[in-house]
């Protein structure tokens, strides 16, 4: 009952709270930060798991776990949350500015200082002059990862705000101001089976967790499938090799593929086998990460997305599936709401 307080545990420390609160609001009340950026159910970054007790979940349940910034206590609880970097704002540089297919660029941010990040994770750049952007740091290609150098993977799309400038107002020394990291999507250390999906620049963060997980965790089985909407939206030859080498299934696919070493399925016609052990990671273009999402879901895998573009929360969720699918008209399509991003 609202204006009651109750007993929340959060990662094992007890605090009081009020009834009707959101387990974001609630832990901040016993000063506890659980990790939030967007608060509108969108980016994910506040998903718990629930232990026990009594909480709302307005929709979002998945898997044992709820958004925080949404459910709210309706009496004692208990949640745990995987430990995350504080986030935090650093200031940097653009260094270089490098093509790597057309259309496609490499954008390598000196920072003024170390800023940690785990794959899968996003930030915000605000380069100086123009809006804010949210994009997830990679790996490079090489390999060769500087602690204070951030890298992106920046698709042009010539009429936006911020991308059409990379080369033209947005030079090497333009000033960068970065906020983060945000997002759920980020890489756990588990035993589980892993599947990765992506679509153009989602293969950044999807990159990322890669490496990290064939570096970090070489037992675990992995298998990706990376999709462009052309062959020319390619531009991880390099990295697909790399992965290939160490044993890693990758699937490659476009529109205008081959069919032999580049696929022209859509990406999530090219799952098979998963099963609820699996552990499934997305990202790219909305309708790509979305079919994906009811793949996963269909086998009782546990999900998790790239952030952005993700439409509409679980709560409506099961309703938007056949229109979902219906509306689907290429998973290789450019997102339309903010051609800045993926
Ligand atoms: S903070 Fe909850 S979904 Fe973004």
């Not at 698709?155 to 906020?179: A, L, T, W």
């Not at 099961?318 to 509306?327: A, D, M, R, W, Y």
Request: glycine fraction near 10%.
């Amino acid at each position: 009952m609202s204006g009651s307080r109750c007993t929340f545990t959060v990662n094992g420390e007890e605090i009081q709270a009020n009834v009707g609160d959101t387990l974001v609001e609630a832990a901040l009340g016993g000063r506890i930060v659980l990790p939030h950026d967007c608060c509108t159910g969108t980016c994910e970054t506040c998903r718990v798991r629930v232990v026990s007790g009594e909480i709302d979940d307005i929709g979002t349940a998945e898997k044992g776990t709820v958004l925080g910034c949404l459910s709210v206590l309706q009496g004692d609880a208990e949640i745990t949350f995987d430990p995350v970097p504080l986030v935090s704002t650093i200031k940097g540089k653009v260094e270089t500015i490098r093509d790597i297919s057309p259309g496609y660029l490499e954008v390598r941010v000196r920072m003024e200082k170390k800023f940690t990040w785990l794959a899968g994770q996003y930030i915000r750049a605000t380069f100086a002059g123009f809006p804010s952007r949210d994009y997830s740091p990679t790996t490079p290609l090489a390999l060769d990862a500087e602690e204070d150098v951030l890298l992106f993977h920046i698709k042009i799309y010539p009429n936006s705000i911020v991308s059409s400038q990379f080369n033209n107002k947005i030079k090497p020394g333009h000033d960068v101001k970065i906020k983060g990291p945000f997002g759920n999507g980020f890489i756990r250390n588990q035993p589980e089976p892993m599947l990765l999906t992506s679509t153009g620049t989602g293969f950044a963060p999807i990159w990322a967790i890669a490496v990290s997980a064939v570096l970090g965790q070489p037992s675990r089985e992995l298998k990706m499938i990376v999709g462009a909407r052309e062959t020319e939206g390619l531009y991880m030859k390099e990295a697909i090799r790399w992965l290939r080498n160490r044993g890693v299934d990758v699937l490659v696919t476009a529109s205008d593929g081959d069919g032999a070493q580049v696929l022209t399925e859509r990406p999530y016609e090219l799952i098979q086998g998963l099963t609820e052990d699996h552990v499934v990671y997305s990202a790219g273009a909305p309708s790509h990460v979305e079919a994906t999402r009811q793949v996963a879901r269909m086998a009782g895998a546990t999900f998790y997305a790239d952030p952005f573009f993700v439409a509409e929360k679980s709560s409506s969720l099961s309703g938007l599936v056949s229109s979902f699918f219906s509306k689907l008209k290429s998973p290789f399509s450019p997102p339309p709401q903010d051609p800045d991003q993926n």
